[in-house]
């Protein structure tokens, strides 16, 4: 099958680093908004338990495939104006991510690269 | 994320000298905050930080702030008898603050800041580098 469980988990992993990816931009965009609080993008926990369901045999390919990015709300302590984004925190998480992303991009390629040797037979 | 250890290492030591540095700005912001007799004086912070123990491969997992410590609330008595908030006998309560003490612990939080954001981008260029592996 062309999209197997290998595929289908990188395929769940680059839509979640580029869900955070985006939260992470918003968050840098409202560093200075009144009341905002900083949002956080977890794939890993949803991926990681489909993947446990598979290794089971309780689960296939599309199951992992389904799995989706959970946005949740930052509880980290608010400054005087209600928001609680910090530059940091948001710069290396971006680093952190685009680190991820490359990998699971770097994956997919051998990935690909893999199959193309199949398809041609050499 | 477990994946990228030095970034997130250096994570943590940036959080340290960030609220170093912050601690640090509020005290000199505060270095001629006047009081009378009768109050208590400004109270310097200072930064206490304490080691992350590792995750078990004899790393240690960075630093963190444990807490803060205060200077005294006596601070220091100045005579100054025309300030409106001065006593009978023309003194007004200063805070404890030395400004070549507080000076030497900006440039320190600010050199520290600078050193783990050095370790960030070494980190950044080595995985990058270790993910052109294998690739000719």
Sequence with gaps: ?122 | MSMFNAISTAHSGLNVYRTWLDATSDNIANANTVTSTDEEAFQARRILAAAVPGNGAGVGGGARVTGVEFSSPEGRLAYQPDHPLADEDGMVRTPDIDMSVEMTSLLMAQRGYQANLAVVERARDAYRAALQLGRS
């Design chain 1, 1 to 122: 099958m062309v999209y197997d469980v290998t595929t289908a988990s990188l395929h769940a992993a680059l839509r979640g680093l580029s869900a955070r990816r985006g939260v992470q931009a918003q968050n840098i965009a409202n560093v200075d908004t009144a009341n905002y609080l900083a949002q956080r993008v977890d794939f890993e926990s949803a991926l990681g338990s489909a993947l446990d369901d598979v290794n089971r045999g309780s689960a296939s390919a599309a199951s992992v495939a389904r799995t989706s990015p959970q946005t949740t709300t930052s509880l980290d302590p608010t400054r005087l104006n209600g928001n609680n984004v910090n530059l940091d925190d948001e710069f290396l998480a971006q680093e952190q991510t685009e680190l991820a992303y490359s990998t699971v991009i770097e994956a997919m390629s051998a990935k690909f690269r893999l199959m193309r040797t199949a398809i041609k037979g050499q």
